[in-house]
């Protein structure tokens, strides 16, 4: 992949990810019905400006790079359904980060869309695979510890299963563990810093997200 292609490509996710940040702030703590609808118009009304501190422009944008660069060797396909998932997977951090909520209404959809894109690249049932175990994790941690892990990170973790999995089982269980140390590592930050108890509640979503994203850069397999 030429320079120039990957440089474009990251432009393209500097203007995507001005959407995304406007978009994702349409979202507030507790849900209520037509937020999508009004957070999309809001968003669609929104001259794509880049704007300080350019947290959603870069996400987008480096991942969109990454993506070009490393998983186009799985497809077109493949990339089509890691393309999707940057913006809404980007969307979903920022919302995470600020209201503690990764919303049904942006994760759910997500299945069928990426169902869709990864049905004719001939890796669905590998995906299909390590997303049941991924969520099925999840599930049994949310059902032991439920202040720690919400539905909405097990709902996550299919979403993340089915991409990675179409990548290989090894990005995967990258994956898994590159999520569970960031989380952890933020855990202890937190403490160190006595900005938090061991009780307190904070994001895990974007720790997972960005865990998948680092796994992908991995040689595909």
């Not at 942006?106 to 669905?124: D, E, H, K, N």
């Not at 892990?149 to 995967?172: C, E, N, Q, Y």
């Amino acid at each position: 992949m030429t320079p120039l292609i990957v440089a474009g490509v990251s432009a393209l996710g500097l203007v995507a990810g001005a959407y995304v940040r406007v978009f994702a702030g349409g979202f507030g703590p507790v849900g209520h019905p037509g937020e999508v609808r009004d957070a999309i118009g809001v968003a669609a009304r929104t001259p794509p400006v880049p704007r300080s501190p350019y947290i959603a422009e870069a996400a987008t944008a480096l991942a969109a790079a990454l993506v070009v660069w490393r998983i186009t060797g799985a497809g077109g396909w493949v990339t089509a359904a890691w393309s999707y998932a940057i913006v809404a997977g980007v969307a979903l951090a920022l919302i995470d980060w600020r209201t503690l909520r990764l919303p049904d209404v942006i994760t759910l959809p997500s299945y069928p869309v990426l169902l869709a894109l990864l049905a004719p690249s001939g890796r669905l049932s590998g995906a299909l695979a390590t997303a049941a175990a991924f969520a099925s994790l999840y599930a049994v941690m949310w059902f032991v510890h439920p202040t720690g892990i919400g539905l909405g990170d097990v709902k996550l973790a299919g979403l993340i299963g089915l991409l990675t999995g179409a990548i290989g089982v090894r990005t995967t269980v990258a994956a898994v563990m590159g999520g569970f140390l960031l989380g952890a590592l933020y855990a202890v930050a937190l403490l160190v810093a006595r900005r938090a108890t061991r009780k307190s509640e904070f994001p895990f979503g974007p720790f997972m997200l960005v865990a998948a994203l680092a796994a992908a850069a991995l040689p595909l397999e």
